[in-house]
């Protein structure tokens, strides 16, 4: 504020006294600073957010994000707003400090050189272009307490966008107390300083021994948070795995009613009743499971989360017996790719098979055979952990992991 003298103006600070103070100390709050940044511009395109905004996201949900170190007409990480035409710093991925060189959304190698986090978006960021809604300013955390879904390994973390955390060494998985920080492209990993130790006690040379102190100081400015908790009960404890659908939803839902007869199967002459008068066909009780938990199928039963069945056997093939065989894997939805089947200790290519139903055909030739053979299948299925919380239900989850945000 300042003071006036009438139509003199105001009046004049003196070396002794001030008549004017600067009255906007406080510009945010900590856990969410108001900032104004752009979106880097040269980040690649991830995928489209059926319920979010216009144009691709770039940034999503839950992943490490720093301010641009370089790109720009200086080469400052600072770029041209669209409305006012003036420079703003640029909010990009986090690199945990390292250079990294990758493809565009022009097409065009760039490098997105070693920056310093600043926190975690708080939600999909998009690309910004011409005529585009950037008016919404980009939200980072930094001092909340968040729940990431636990994935064992890089390639699966990968595959999923959203943020994770994943081990880097799956060697030395992550537990209550690890620092955190950011790998190449915004993921969580461990901050591994009892590695660093014992780096820096087996240098046998000063450069060696340079070399650690070096990696040491650049983990500690990218820490970003602390684990408090690693969640690995799947399903977690609690009520979740027994909401599920009524017994009506249930007896209309496809991949629980589906049979996997094929058009062949009308009027089969080869021994096999024929569609429809397959055994199971419209059995919903098959696969029903109605006193046990299930799960809301695609929501809350696991269904992106691979779980193996090695030899299970599924049924046998009579001694005597030849020709066409039918049966029924016992969890279902299969992973398609996934199967292997045997008959005794013989590997039987499947003339058909139907992941959703489970449903197996293939000929085998036992006649001459003195005693029955077990039907084994080796496979994957999913949506078979109910009770898995959406935000877990990701390939390759094993949990999930809490984290404190420290920056």
């Known amino acids: ?20 103070t600067n009255t906007k100390l406080q510009a945010g709050t900590h856990d969410s600073p108001g900032e104004k940044y752009l979106i880097d511009p040269r980040l690649p395109r991830l995928f489209r957010y059926h319920f979010g905004g216009d144009g691709w996201v770039v940034i999503p949900k839950g992943r490490i994000v720093a301010p641009a170190t370089n790109g720009g007409k200086d080469d400052d990480g600072r770029f041209d707003d669209f409305d006012a035409d003036v420079p703003y710093n640029a909010i990009t991925l986090a690199n945990g400090g390292v250079d ?37 300013q980009p939200t980072v ?38 620092y955190v920080m950011s790998d190449e492209n915004g993921f969580f990993i461990k901050a591994d300083f009892s590695k660093i130790r014992k780096d820096i006690e087996k240098a046998t040379s000063l450069d060696e021994l340079k070399a650690a102190l070096k990696e040491e100081s650049r983990m ?18 609690g009520w979740l795995k027994w909401v599920g659908w009524s017994k009506e939803d249930s007896a209309s839902d496809e991949w629980r009613t589906q049979s ?60 005597g017996q030849s020709g066409r065989h039918d049966f029924y894997l016992d969890h279902t939805p299969a992973v398609e790719g996934s199967l292997t089947l045997k008959v005794g200790d013989e590997t039987v290519k499947p003339s058909h098979f139907d992941p959703v139903s489970g449903r197996v055909v293939f000929s085998y030739d036992n006649s001459k055979g003195t005693a029955p053979l077990a039907v084994t299948a080796t496979y994957k299925a999913v949506g078979q952990i109910p ?13 999930a992991v809490r984290i404190l945000l420290q920056k």
Request: aromatic share 12%; no cysteine; proline share 7%.
């Open 1 to 20: 504020m300042a003071l006036f003298q009438g139509v003199a103006g105001p009046l004049k600070d003196t070396p002794d006294q001030k008549f004017r």
């Open 100 to 136: 990294v060189k990758e493809v565009g959304r022009d097409g065009e190698e760039y490098t997105r050189t070693a920056n310093i986090p600043v926190g975690v978006a708080y939600a999909n960021l998009y690309e910004e272009y011409i005529d585009g809604f950037n008016g919404m």
């Open 141 to 178: 955390e930094n001092e909340i307490y968040i729940e990431l879904p636990y994935i064992n390994n890089k390639d699966d973390a990968y595959e999923i966008n959203w943020g994770a955390y994943y081990d880097a060494d799956i060697s030395n998985p992550v537990k209550a107390g690890d």
């Open 220 to 237: 500690r400015e990218q820490v970003l948070g602390q684990v408090w908790a690693v969640e690995t009960n799947l399903p977690p404890q």
């Open 260 to 319: 996997g007869a094929t058009h062949a199967d009308i009027g089969a002459q080869d021994g096999f009743p024929g569609y429809p008068y397959e055994k199971s066909y419209r059995n919903v009780d098959k696969r029903d499971g109605k006193y046990y938990p299930q799960g809301i199928p695609g929501l809350t039963d696991g269904a992106n989360i691979e779980v193996p069945f090695e030899d299970e056997v599924i049924g046998q093939v009579q001694a």
């Open 387 to 399: 009770g898995v919380p959406t935000g877990w239900d990701f390939k390759g989850s094993i949990g």
